[in-house]
């Protein structure tokens, strides 16, 4: 699988960021949640997955895009 940058909402260019695969799927980087309230309240989580946490903002990327 080879990874496209997108974006990021970070000032140093670390995460968060978004990545596009060359099958046009996004990868997210970002924070993982940790807080055992929040993952208390997600649904059908698989033993594989993970969850990060995004900034609106950069979410916004996908707007301009369209």
Known sequence: MRLRFLATSSNSG???SLYETDNGDIVVQG???TDPEALGQLRDVLPD????VVPRELMSWFEQKD
């Open 14 to 16: 670390s995460c968060p």
């Open 31 to 33: 924070y993982r949640l």
């Open 49 to 52: 997955e993970t969850f990060v």
